[in-house]
């Protein structure tokens, strides 16, 4: 049983994390995995919701805003922007340009569809439709690559006293939490 301290260094350098996701998805992809199943059940309202958010504010879900969105939605983990450019550009056809790609990302994630996770570089699409302001915790699986989204009132009250405390003025509020989820821990265990 290795000691706290290098199961956190060990996080830290992900040596492992690559091929033990690879072996996690093959096993529990599909049919067994929570996150797939919720992106499949809830994908196409959120989408819907995106158009009429999209209507309401005046804005345009462009065609290849529309794609990268889709796309997202495709996955339940979330997807990088050179991954997400091969996806949707045409097959045979010539590759988006990454810039293009960045603002599709940017217009999503300025309207809430979508999310950055820092700590993946990635993106995934929103199951929920929270306010602006909302502070989101994200429950990140190492395993199955799975993220769970908590948007309690709880971890707004706590963020907001630290925030105040600092006289720290927040533009983006968003946890990561890197872990096991809860299907991969008793698959573990
Ligand atoms: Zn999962
Ligand atoms: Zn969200
Ligand atoms: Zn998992």
């Not at 889709?70 to 339940?76: G, N, V």
């Not at 929920?128 to 908590?150: K, M, N, R, S």
């Not at 105040?164 to 299907?183: A, D, N, T």
């Amino acid at each position: 049983m290795p000691d706290e301290s290098s199961q956190r260094n060990m996080t830290k350098l992900q040596p492992h994390a690559h091929a033990h996701g690879d072996h996690a998805h093959d096993m529990h992809d599909g049919e067994t995995c929570r996150h797939a199943q919720d992106h499949r059940a809830h994908g196409a309202e959120a989408l819907a919701r995106a158009e009429r958010l999209c209507k309401e504010r005046g804005l345009r879900l462009t065609p290849i805003r529309r794609q990268a969105l889709e796309a997202l939605h495709a996955d339940h983990r979330p997807v990088g922007a050179y991954d997400l450019a091969d996806r949707i550009s045409p097959a045979g056809g010539r590759r988006l340009a990454p810039i293009s790609i960045y603002r599709a990302l940017d217009f999503l994630v300025e309207q809430g569809f979508v999310h950055r996770l820092s700590s993946k570089n990635a993106y995934i699409a929103c199951l929920h439709g929270h306010g602006a302001d909302d502070v989101v915790a994200f429950l990140i699986c190492e395993a199955c690559g799975g993220v769970d989204e908590d948007s309690s009132s709880a971890m707004k009250k706590a963020v907001a006293a630290v925030t105040e405390i600092r006289q720290f003025s927040p533009s983006h509020q968003m946890v990561e939490i890197v872990g096991l989820c809860e299907h991969c821990r008793n698959a573990a265990s």
